[in-house]
């Protein structure tokens, strides 16, 4: 027989061991319910080799979340030749999402010159359908969006045109990449807004020096190849602030280093950038290799955010975003 002391304190454990299991992400569930303390969700992180002799493996990465108490990362592979000087397959972030369920958000990412699959009839339709059936693959293994996409081809190609069909009909959102080679658009981002206008159920989230150079107005497409000296002031005007208030499918990645170096020029704009725009940002560290340093930390917290907006970018929008 328990006392009724023992009975309550066995009680008390067991609801706190509850608790922690529901905030600790199993099987992909989140729960959010603590809005004092913004543990992270990083939309943006790499598994593998960058730069010879600098792998990030799934347990440092991990390690690198635990000191920086990132709950769950994001892992996108990195496969178009234009990406990466050392492929980073879809097969290791699944991999590290077997290993590290409760941590790890693997995406997928399928390059979208690879129309078909051997053997298939040539063919827009056909194409589009031949690209549903490998993401249909991913999504099963657990992918929860594509990314980093990041090819040789403008924005808004046809065969770019296709895959972004195939996302929106299976439901993968797409981080993409978009500086002067990969991904191009020009200054104003017209291709981009195509996209957006053609698919506006569709979660795009931009990444590089291309998509936050043109947080100002003034970005020439020479800025889209380079990031901005600092201090560097922002010019109102700039096609971001146009693009996320007129299409509520659009998200910015603020992982480094376009994200951060578009809030460090101008730390005035900054503020005022991220809260009214404080639906449609996330935080990402774009880490990829161990001992790698991330500004982002330091810089949002500087920004003094309302508590809101630091749970929205932190891990709001996230949770959100990737139905966690």
């Not at 569930?29 to 790499?46: C, E, L, M, P, Q």
């Not at 935080?283 to 340093?293: E, K, N, S, W, Y």
């Amino acid at each position: 027989m328990h006392s009724r002391r023992q009975f309550l304190a066995n009680t008390s454990r067991l609801a706190a061991i509850t608790t922690v299991g529901a905030r600790s992400g199993t099987n992909c569930s989140v729960a959010d319910d603590n809005k004092t303390r913004h543990r992270y969700i990083d939309i943006h992180t790499h598994l593998g080799a960058f730069y010879h002799g600098r792998e990030l493996t799934a347990e440092l990465l991990v390690q690198f979340m635990d000191h920086h108490d990132v709950e769950m990362a994001c892992v996108l592979p990195l496969i178009s030749p234009e990406s990466a000087p050392i492929v980073q397959p879809v097969t290791m972030a699944l991999a590290a999402y077997r290993q590290f369920p409760d941590r790890i958000i693997p995406f997928c990412s399928l390059d979208p010159r690879a129309v078909t699959e051997p053997g298939k009839r040539s063919g827009h339709v056909a194409g589009v359908q031949g690209l549903i059936e490998i993401l249909k693959r991913y999504q099963a293994a657990g992918c929860r969006g594509l990314g980093e996409h990041k090819t040789g081809l403008p924005f808004d190609a046809p065969q770019q045109m296709a895959l972004y069909e195939a996302c929106n009909k299976v439901g993968l959102p797409i981080l993409f990449h978009l500086d002067d080679i990969r991904n191009p658009d020009t200054p104003g981002l017209p291709r981009l807004e195509n996209v957006l206008k053609a698919f506006p159920e569709l979660p795009l989230i931009g990444h590089a020096a291309g998509f936050w150079a043109s947080i100002s107005g003034d970005a020439q497409f020479e800025d889209f190849g380079r990031y901005p000296d600092i201090p560097k002031k922002v010019i109102a005007g700039g096609a971001l602030d146009r693009l996320l208030s007129r299409y509520p499918n659009l998200y910015g990645d603020l992982s480094e280093p376009g994200g951060e170096k578009a809030l460090a020029r101008d730390l005035e704009f900054a503020r005022e950038f991220v809260i009214r725009n404080a639906d449609q940002l996330l935080f990402g560290t774009d880490v990829l290799m161990p001992g790698q340093a991330i500004p982002q930390f330091e810089l949002l917290a500087s920004l003094n955010l309302p508590d809101d907006v630091q749970h929205k970018i932190y891990r709001g929008n996230a949770i959100k975003l990737l139905k966690l």
